[in-house]
């Protein structure tokens, strides 16, 4: 949600917010951004949060469809590679666990 409010005031304030002063601007987004109030704003950034369309988020699936859909290729990457990496440790600690089991059961068969 913080990101799509972040990229929601990116697209209202870009054009108000001069990072070069220098270069000459236009008066009317000068007299755009001195009317502009906080509330006015919040209003649009909710009018425009409002458009999204709503998923239906009843199951576990559609909650992850939509960190899918969120998500950049990078990062999902990354999760990926780190979820097979916890996987072959876990597989790797079950592995010893099932050996030291059959060490000590053929130890204790054959010292009895």
């Not at 979820?83 to 089991?101: A, H, P, Q, S």
């Amino acid at each position: 949600m913080f990101r799509v409010v972040d990229e929601i005031l990116v697209e209202i304030l870009r054009p108000y917010i001069n990072m070069k002063p220098w270069v000459a601007t236009s008066s009317n987004n000068i007299g755009m951004w001195n009317n502009m109030n906080g509330s006015e704003l919040v209003n649009i950034l909710c009018h425009k949060i409002q458009r999204f369309p709503r998923a239906d988020c009843q199951v576990l699936e559609d909650i992850d469809d939509l960190i899918d859909k969120d998500m950049p290729a990078e990062l999902k990457l990354q999760s990926e590679m780190a979820f097979e990496e916890e996987g072959e440790g876990i597989v790797r600690e079950v592995e010893k666990d099932i050996l030291d089991t059959l060490i000590h059961e053929t130890a204790r068969v054959l010292w009895f």
